[in-house]
């Protein structure tokens, strides 16, 4: 999938008209659906198929936000992560391991 901004905006427009129930430009409709999830399917005036060129389209947006979003969040995680490792590792002590309290292993004979 190849997001542009324009293609961005674009869908947009295209998911509003089909949500007022209007019906948007076949051409452009499936210019940008080939385009953006690398198709090459012929124009179509067809309502039924516009409509579900464009739901493909909001679903391939959504999951294309959703990934934005979740490497932002991983981005923002690990610059947290290195700002408190390096403070951290002036305060970290060194620390022995316990033994664990029970009952010694057998002996072997």
Known sequence: ????????E???KF????????YADGGQVTEVYNRV??????????????RG???????????F???TKRQEMAQEA?????VNNSSSDENKEVVEEKKRPGRPPKKSE
Do not use: P, W
């Not at 999938?1 to 293609?7: L, N, V």
């Not at 060129?53 to 999951?63: G, P, T, V, Y």
């Not at 690990?78 to 290195?82: G, P, R, S, V």
């Open 1 to 8: 999938m190849k997001f542009t901004k324009e293609d961005i």
């Open 10 to 12: 674009k869908i947009e």
């Open 15 to 22: 998911i509003d008209i089909k949500n007022r129930g209007y």
């Open 37 to 50: 999830l690398e198709k090459n399917v012929n124009v179509t005036n067809c309502g039924s198929c516009l």
């Open 53 to 63: 060129r464009i739901q493909e389209l909001e679903a391939a947006l959504n999951h």
């Open 65 to 67: 936000k959703e990934l």
């Open 78 to 82: 690990l610059k947290d992560a290195q």
